[in-house]
């Protein structure tokens, strides 16, 4: 994501997150959902070679709801948005790397100090209700959309949204459908 913000920067063109909660989960996650999980994460890792922990495997007792770390996500935002992908990337690595269970508020305040945000502010947006209600509204957004896998890449040039790309893609294939996008819209 850093190349292809930085690409879109050049042109003068932000990027911006919006989040979709992957996850919804009520109870904690059982021996059989574990091992779907790991082989997803296998597979994550075969096509992209992005770093999981697979022998720690997932955090005990997890109760794999994504709406809090995706809250996090829209706290920082509302703070400083240049934060946001810090500690998006913190997320993932505490999660995915390290076995963090991401779906603890005292881990993401510690992330999102890690991520250059404040303990304080970031708790006190973290607990808030607007940033709640700002998150549904992200993930109704993304809803209405039909989005429904991740990461999803979207264009926007005068209130008109175009796919770039619904699920993982190499930086090999985004960068140019991001620069076609980008010289056919940026300035326009």
Aim: glycine letters at 8%; charged letters at 20%.
């Amino acid at each position: 994501m850093t190349a292809l913000a930085e690409q879109a920067a050049a042109q003068g063109v932000s990027l911006g997150l919006r989040v979709g909660g992957l996850r919804r989960e009520q109870g904690v996650m059982d021996q059989a959902g574990r091992q779907r999980t790991l082989s997803y994460w296998q597979a994550v890792h075969s096509a992209t070679g992005q770093s999981f922990n697979l022998d720690k495997g997932l955090p005990d007792a997890l109760i794999y709801d994504t709406e809090r770390a995706c809250r996090a996500l829209v706290a920082a935002r509302s703070l400083d948005e240049s934060r946001v992908w810090s500690l998006s990337l913190a997320i993932q690595q505490a999660f995915y790397q390290h076995g963090f269970d991401v779906t603890l508020p005292a881990v993401l305040v510690d992330l999102a100090e890690t991520a250059g945000l404040s303990r304080s502010q970031f708790a006190e947006r973290y607990d808030d209700p607007a940033t709640k209600a700002a998150t549904v509204s992200d993930f109704t957004w993304v809803e209405n959309l039909g989005i429904a896998g991740f990461p999803t890449l979207l264009a926007e040039h005068e209130g008109q949204l175009a796919l770039v790309t619904n699920g993982y893609q190499p930086l090999s294939a985004l960068s140019p459908l991001l620069e076609r996008w980008l010289e056919r819209n940026a300035h326009a």
